[in-house]
């Protein structure tokens, strides 16, 4: 079986910190690019941050940008979303993906979500005084 398993979401505080996990299960995350999004009730899911298998090359929301890093453990096949200074506007389930039809490689941004292929079940992250 092939699935993405995310998780590390939960309640913080305005300018905490949570760091999401995304396990790869039945495949090799290192061979594909990764990349997580986030949802709120009644918008689109959006696009926050990416990571190419080649060069690993990163890409961010303007949203996110400079307070989100996403990174890979290539031997523990898990990808990672460290979330720092947390905004009561970043409160969403958050989903990991992944590309693994290479569909990014066509792709005019990285952060589309036609582009991924599987999909971890969501966690969600609240932020709130």
């Known amino acids: 079986q092939v699935q993405l398993v995310d998780s590390g979401g939960g309640l913080v505080q305005p300018g905490g910190s949570l760091q999401l996990s995304c396990l790869a299960q039945?495949?090799?995350?290192?061979?594909?690019?990764i990349a997580w999004f986030r949802q709120v009730p009644g918008k689109e899911r959006e696009g926050i941050a990416s990571?190419?298998?080649?060069?690993?090359?990163?890409h961010y929301a303007d949203s996110v940008k400079g307070r989100f890093t996403i990174s890979r453990d290539k031997a523990k096949s898990t990808a990672y979303l460290q979330m720092n200074s947390l905004k009561p506007e970043d409160t969403a389930v958050y989903y990991c993906?992944?590309?693994?039809?290479?569909?990014?490689?066509?792709?005019?941004?990285?952060?589309?979500?036609?582009?991924?292929?599987?999909w971890g079940q969501g966690t969600q992250v609240t932020v709130s005084s």
């Open positions: 993906a992944a590309d693994i039809d290479g569909r990014s490689w066509h792709s005019r941004s990285p952060l589309v979500r036609r582009v991924y292929d599987y």
């Open positions: 039945g495949f090799t995350l290192e061979y594909y690019t």
């Open positions: 990571m190419r298998n080649d060069d690993e090359t990163t």
